[in-house]
T-cell receptor, first 115, second 110 residues
Framework: ELKVEQNPLFLSMQEGKNYTIYCNYSTTSDRLYWYRQDPGKSLESLFVLLSNGAVKQEGRLMASLDTKARLSTLHITAAVHDLSATYFCAVDRAGSGGGADGLTFGKGTHLIIQP | SAVISQKPSRDICQRGTSLTIQCQVDSQVTMMFWYRQQPGQSLTLIATANQGSEATYESGFVIDKFPISRPNLTFSTLTVSNMSPEDSSIYLC???????FGPGTRLTVL
């Protein structure tokens, strides 16, 4: 059974600082997703990572994937208040064996960025 | 990217009643997924709905409680049956491997 662990689960940081959210998963997978969720809203897709060594950047956010270590990171550079949200990683079960589809989610990282 | 809409966006229902949630996509997709997000929690997959076949349910979810229809390649419904307050959640549909989600249906059961 695919398990996805995300840490930290809660992060309070100051504007201008850098930090990294980690996502570990237990079995092989073809795709890893990062999402942002604002309170009361649906999920906003941030990144889809497809291969080992993949790195994607959008603004102050950068995501990377190491399939050998089964680890993805979401790095925040020079954080600003507008990035306050909950961030989820999710792993596609399609490549993990067993014939299952759909995503398994981490528990989410609740990020608060203080001025 | 696919555009996904859901109806209703939110509802407040009485215990013991049922609610059907609709998911509409602007393009044909093979796989549609239904997820549940309980208050303050992450998302959990309820079932996979493929057109022309029975939905595949995850452990802990059963067809009698969450019947799903998939009449064509752009539409699906999820019914939450015989509701209790524990069913209060956000229900979201997702399509394909692109990982896009609909806006969700926020359900409150009194």
């Amino acid at each position: 059974e695919l398990k996805v662990e995300q840490n930290p689960l809660f992060l309070s940081m100051q504007e201008g600082k850098n930090y990294t959210i980690y996502c570990n998963y237990s079995t092989t997978s073809d795709r890893l997703y990062w999402y942002r969720q604002d309170p009361g809203k649906s999920l906003e897709s941030l990144f889809v990572l497809l291969s080992n060594g993949a790195v994607k950047q959008e603004g102050r956010l950068m995501a990377s994937l190491d399939t050998k270590a089964r680890l993805s990171t979401l790095h925040i550079t020079a954080a600003v208040h507008d990035l306050s949200a909950t961030y989820f990683c999710a792993v596609d079960r399609a490549g993990s064996g067993g014939g299952a589809d759909g995503l398994t989610f981490g528990k989410g990282t609740h990020l608060i960025i203080q001025p | 990217s696919a555009v996904i809409s859901q109806k209703p966006s939110r509802d407040i229902c009485q215990r013991g009643t049922s609610l059907t949630i609709q998911c509409q996509v602007d393009s044909q997709v093979t796989m549609m997924f239904w997820y549940r997000q309980q208050p303050g929690q992450s998302l959990t997959l309820i079932a996979t709905a493929n057109q022309g076949s029975e939905a595949t349910y995850e452990s802990g979810f059963v067809i009698d409680k969450f019947p799903i229809s998939r009449p064509n390649l752009t539409f699906s419904t999820l019914t939450v049956s015989n509701m209790s307050p524990e069913d209060s959640s956000i229900y979201l549909c997702s399509v394909g491997q692109e990982g896009f989600f609909g806006p969700g249906t926020r359900l409150t059961v009194l």
